[in-house]
Structure formats: structure tokens, C-alpha cells
């Protein structure tokens, strides 16, 4: 009974379940610990500059209220036993609880991060391998130096400029019309979610061009490939089956780490276009100093990371089944 204890202990699979966990703990603590580290309160954010005419007896009802008046061990431990009993709190502001808020708002921060995904791999990976097939000629010199230019351009002003360009000058701006769902308008939708993927993939065209360029370049490298060209496999076999799958890993990984990334970076495209998304719940949480709102938004966001990368972690033995011996 020990021994089987002791290998489901050190199996793979189970230690990154630990991992994940003691990451998501220490999120959570982070968290916490930076929110009440910043200047201000939700009384302050509430009332504005009235908050210094409330008296003693009110600003104490009001700690009482928003549960800040208890110490901050007891406040840590009551918001992450209620997020273990799926009771994630509720903003003060709309009166919603934070997981009601979530599930209208991360369909769409996923829906936005799956299409930036599809347009960054669209972009990079043909791109990657269009500069391997030729390394150091023009046409690689000139996909590296566009690659550069790409990660180079701030998205924020990337999304300001072509929104600005095309409302004026097309007098086309579909996210002024108020945001629609895919299962409410799908065309309406997928023209609001357009211009935002399109900025997102370009940001993310660059690392997997990159990634991919130089995977293959390392793949094509390996005798195993040389042997297979002196044995006369046709090169679009080659190039197929034993170079291209045998360079899917490392874009897998950027792949993944890109999409984790987005669930919670999509912030500044989700602000300029004007998406209900779960970026954009942390910052109108952080403006209203809603503790409860940014701690358990935040604690999710980390969580779909993490469960991201299990899931890149298994895809691997997938794309490589030498991954499963490991």
C-alpha cells in the first residue's frame, strides 16, 4: 500500500496537480497582500472625497459592511474558505455575486483568446517555416525583421490606431453598437471580435514565428532527418512527418503559454473595444477598490492558467508519445 502511494506521489501527472495547487495558494496570498498594500479602501472609492465627513460610528458600519473591519487573517482565511465552497462574494457595486459576474464575462475573454490563437498560429507558423526554408536569405531576413516589427508595436496603440483609422475614415466602428454575444448576433459578434483578435494575433504571430522557425531549423538538423533524405523520402513527406510534427512542441508550448496569458492579458484590447470580459472585470474592480471582486477574478484567471498548461502538458504525448516515458 505504501509503495503504490509512494509512485502515485511521484507521478508526473500528480505532481503538477500539486504544483498547481501551492501556485494557486500562493495567488491568492499575493493577491490579498498587494490589494490592502495599495492607498485607499472601498469606503474611499465608494463616497469619494465625502468620505472624510462620515463620522467614527459611520466609517465603522461601513468596515462592517464591506467585511474590512474583522483582522487580516481572519478576512484571508473567510474569502478563501467561501471560494473553496464555491461562494466567490459579491460586488458591492452591482450586487452581483463574482460568479454569476464570471460566467458572463469569461466566454468571452476565451472566445476572444481562441480566435487571437487561431490568427497568431495562421500568421507564425507559415511564416516560421517560410524563413527555415531559406535561413539567412532575403526572404528570411525580411520575415524576421516583420516578426520584430510586429512584437515591437505596442498593442494599445496598434488597437487605438486601426479603430480610429477605420471609424473615421470607413465610418466603420461595430463595438460603438454595444456589445453582442455569439449566440445573440453571431455576425454582429464576430465583426466586434474582429479588429481585437486581429491585434492580439499580430502580438502573438511574432513569438511563434520565432518559435517555429527556429524549432524547425533545430529538427532539420537531426540525423535522424538526414537519413531519412539519403533514403530519398519525398520532401513534402519530410517535411510533414518528420520535421514539421517533430517541431510542434515548442509551439505547443508558446501556444499555451500565449493562450494563459490572454485569459488575463487581453485587458487593454477587451478596455478599447469595449468587451465584457474578465480583464476588463479586474480593472472596473480595482477602481472601485472591490477586494472581493479583483481577489476571486484574479484567483480564477490564475486557475485557467494553470489548467492551460496541464492540458499543453498532456497535449504533448499527443504530438510526441516519447513525452509519456518521461
Known amino acids: 500500500m505504501a509503495a503504490r502511494l509512494s509512485a502515485f506521489a511521484?507521478?508526473?501527472?500528480?505532481?503538477?496537480?500539486?504544483?498547481?495547487?501551492?501556485?494557486l495558494l500562493g495567488v491568492s496570498v499575493l493577491t490579498f497582500v498587494l490589494l490592502r498594500v495599495v492607498p485607499g479602501d472601498q469606503i474611499t472609492a465608494a463616497y469619494g472625497t465625502a468620505a472624510g465627513d462620515l463620522s467614527p460610528a459611520?466609517?465603522?458600519?461601513?468596515?462592517?459592511?464591506?467585511?474590512?473591519?474583522?483582522?487580516?487573517?481572519?478576512?484571508?482565511?473567510?474569502?478563501?474558505?467561501?471560494?473553496l465552497t464555491g461562494h466567490l462574494g459579491v460586488s458591492a457595486t452591482s450586487h452581483l455575486t463574482v460568479l454569476s459576474m464570471t460566467a458572463?464575462?469569461?466566454?468571452?475573454?476565451?472566445?476572444?483568446a481562441v480566435l487571437s490563437i487561431v490568427v497568431g498560429l495562421v500568421l507564425g507558423v507559415p511564416g516560421g517555416m517560410l524563413a527555415a526554408s531559406r535561413p539567412g536569405r532575403a526572404r528570411d531576413q525580411v520575415?524576421?525583421?516583420?516578426?520584430?516589427?510586429?512584437?515591437?508595436?505596442?498593442?494599445?496603440?496598434?488597437?487605438?490606431?486601426?479603430?480610429?483609422?477605420?471609424a473615421n475614415n470607413l465610418g466603420w466602428y461595430p463595438n460603438g453598437e454595444g456589445y453582442r454575444r455569439l449566440w445573440e448576433d453571431p455576425g454582429l459578434n464576430l465583426e466586434q471580435m474582429l479588429l481585437p483578435a486581429l491585434v492580439l494575433g499580430i502580438s502573438i504571430a511574432s513569438p511563434v514565428f520565432s518559435t517555429t522557425?527556429?524549432?524547425?531549423?533545430?529538427?532539420?538538423?537531426?540525423?535522424?532527418?538526414?537519413?531519412?533524405?539519403?533514403?530519398?523520402?519525398?520532401?513534402?513527406?519530410?517535411?510533414?512527418?518528420?520535421?514539421?510534427?517533430?517541431a510542434l512542441i515548442p509551439v505547443v508550448t508558446m501556444s499555451g503559454l500565449q493562450f494563459g496569458f490572454l485569459l488575463g492579458g487581453a485587458l487593454v484590447a477587451e478596455q478599447i473595444f469595449a468587451i465584457p470580459g474578465i480583464g476588463r472585470q479586474v480593472l472596473l474592480g480595482l477602481n472601485q477598490k472591490e477586494y472581493a471582486v479583483v481577489q476571486s477574478t484574479v484567483l480564477i484567471i490564475a486557475a485557467m492558467?494553470?489548467?492551460?498548461?496541464?492540458?499543453?502538458?498532456?497535449?504533448?504525448r499527443v504530438v510526441d508519445p516519447r513525452v509519456r516515458v518521461r
Do not use: C, M
Open 143 to 166: 520575415s524576421q525583421l516583420t516578426s520584430l516589427l510586429a512584437l515591437s508595436i505596442p498593442s494599445f496603440l496598434l488597437a487605438t490606431a486601426v479603430s480610429s483609422w477605420l
Open 213 to 246: 522557425r527556429a524549432a524547425i531549423l533545430a529538427v532539420r538538423a537531426e540525423d535522424y532527418v538526414r537519413t531519412a533524405r539519403a533514403k530519398g523520402v519525398p520532401a513534402r513527406r519530410l517535411q510533414v512527418r518528420h520535421i514539421l510534427r517533430n
Open 305 to 316: 492558467f494553470v489548467l492551460v498548461n496541464l492540458l499543453t502538458d498532456l497535449l504533448y
Open 104 to 112: 458572463q464575462a469569461l466566454p468571452n475573454t476565451i472566445e476572444l
Open 10 to 23: 511521484r507521478h508526473p501527472i500528480t505532481r503538477r496537480v500539486g504544483e498547481a495547487v501551492l501556485t
Open 58 to 83: 459611520q466609517v465603522h458600519a461601513l468596515e462592517a459592511y464591506y467585511g474590512v473591519d474583522k483582522p487580516l487573517l481572519v478576512q484571508y482565511f473567510s474569502w478563501l474558505g467561501g471560494v
